[in-house]
């Protein structure tokens, strides 16, 4: 039967029309009403989504956004990948390029 299903603390069971299940983090942040989607039910169990709740929770009470500070982190690490993915293929997979010509690939990968 689809609907929210409520564990408490602010994680619910999200069940859709077409019976996928996701569990959902539902809390207010300075007076806006958010939802943070915290996994499929095949993939995140029941305690798993608690301590993903709790976690949640905690920030909260710090004044953080958890929502931003996943995305904070899913960008810190998009850059952190970037540049090293774009750097060791210059360096490694292109070994007898001369110095200049290694650089400029650098440059022209990191564009993208």
């Given at each position: 039967?689809p609907?929210?299903?409520?564990?408490g603390?602010?994680?619910?069971?999200q069940v859709?029309?077409?019976?996928?299940?996701?569990w959902?983090?539902?809390?207010?942040?300075?007076?806006?009403?958010?939802?943070?989607?915290?996994?499929?039910?095949?993939?995140?169990?029941?305690?798993?989504?608690?301590?993903?709740?709790?976690?949640?929770?905690?920030?909260?009470l710090?004044?953080?956004d958890?929502?931003?500070?996943?995305?904070?982190?899913?960008?810190?690490?998009?850059?952190?990948?970037?540049?090293?993915?774009?750097?060791?293929?210059?360096?490694?997979?292109?070994?007898?390029?001369?110095r200049?010509?290694?650089?400029?690939?650098t440059?022209?990968?990191?564009?993208?």
């Amino acid at each position: 039967m689809p609907g929210m299903y409520a564990d408490g603390g602010g994680l619910y069971l999200q069940v859709s029309r077409s019976g996928s299940k996701s569990w959902i983090f539902r809390y207010a942040m300075e007076g806006r009403e958010r939802e943070m989607g915290l996994g499929p039910l095949h993939t995140v169990s029941l305690s798993e989504a608690r301590e993903l709740a709790l976690e949640a929770r905690k920030l909260k009470l710090r004044g953080i956004d958890p929502i931003d500070a996943r995305n904070a982190a899913q960008v810190g690490l998009e850059e952190v990948l970037d540049s090293f993915t774009s750097r060791s293929c210059a360096l490694s997979l292109k070994p007898g390029l001369r110095r200049r010509r290694r650089c400029a690939w650098t440059e022209g990968a990191s564009a993208y």
